[in-house]
Protein backbone atom coordinates (compact mmCIF):
# COMPACT_ATOMS: atom_id res chain seq x y z
CA UNK A 1 0.00 0.00 0.00
CA UNK A 2 2.56 2.84 0.77
CA UNK A 3 6.17 3.21 -0.27
CA UNK A 4 8.25 4.57 -2.33
CA UNK A 5 9.16 8.21 -1.54
CA UNK A 6 7.64 10.91 0.28
CA UNK A 7 7.55 12.86 -3.22
CA UNK A 8 5.22 10.05 -4.52
CA UNK A 9 2.29 11.13 -1.88
CA UNK A 10 0.08 14.58 -1.25
CA UNK A 11 -1.63 14.31 2.26
CA UNK A 12 -5.14 16.10 2.57
CA UNK A 13 -6.39 17.91 5.47
CA UNK A 14 -8.72 19.94 7.23
CA UNK A 15 -7.90 23.59 7.22
CA UNK A 16 -10.11 26.71 8.03
CA UNK A 17 -9.60 29.84 5.82
CA UNK A 18 -11.89 32.61 5.48
CA UNK A 19 -14.03 30.80 8.22
CA UNK A 20 -14.69 27.85 6.19
CA UNK A 21 -13.20 24.50 6.19
CA UNK A 22 -11.76 23.17 3.20
CA UNK A 23 -9.28 20.38 2.05
CA UNK A 24 -5.47 22.04 2.18
CA UNK A 25 -2.96 19.61 -0.24
CA UNK A 26 0.15 19.00 1.15
CA UNK A 27 3.04 17.90 -1.15
CA UNK A 28 4.40 14.68 0.76
CA UNK A 29 8.21 15.78 -0.01
CA UNK A 30 7.51 18.90 3.03
CA UNK A 31 6.89 16.02 5.18
CA UNK A 32 9.70 16.38 7.98
CA UNK A 33 8.56 13.98 10.81
CA UNK A 34 5.95 11.90 12.53
CA UNK A 35 5.97 12.14 16.19
CA UNK A 36 2.86 10.84 18.15
CA UNK A 37 -0.09 12.43 17.17
CA UNK A 38 1.09 14.84 15.10
CA UNK A 39 3.38 15.54 11.89
CA UNK A 40 6.05 18.22 11.08
CA UNK A 41 5.72 19.63 7.88
CA UNK A 42 8.02 22.82 7.42
CA UNK A 43 8.23 23.98 10.97
CA UNK A 44 4.42 23.66 11.23
CA UNK A 45 2.81 21.16 13.67
CA UNK A 46 -0.24 19.71 12.19
CA UNK A 47 -2.55 17.08 14.37
CA UNK A 48 -2.72 13.54 12.83
CA UNK A 49 -6.78 13.86 13.40
CA UNK A 50 -7.03 16.47 10.52
CA UNK A 51 -5.58 14.62 8.43
CA UNK A 52 -8.16 13.13 5.92
CA UNK A 53 -6.78 11.71 2.94
CA UNK A 54 -3.02 10.31 1.20
CA UNK A 55 -3.49 9.89 -2.20
CA UNK A 56 -0.17 8.93 -4.43
CA UNK A 57 0.54 11.73 -7.56
CA UNK A 58 -2.06 9.69 -9.54
CA UNK A 59 -4.58 9.73 -7.77
CA UNK A 60 -4.54 6.33 -5.93
CA UNK A 61 -6.11 7.25 -2.45
CA UNK A 62 -4.07 4.93 0.20
CA UNK A 63 -6.09 6.29 3.48
CA UNK A 64 -9.36 7.56 3.89
CA UNK A 65 -10.30 8.78 7.00
CA UNK A 66 -13.72 7.03 7.86
CA UNK A 67 -16.70 9.74 8.94
Known sequence: MYGGSRDDYIIYIKHREDGEEVLRPIP???LRDVRGNCM???GEIIPLHRVV????K??????????
Request: charged share 30%; glycine share 10%; aromatic share 4%.
Open 53 to 56: EIRR
Open 40 to 42: IVD
Open 28 to 30: GSL
Open 58 to 67: NGVVVYKRQS
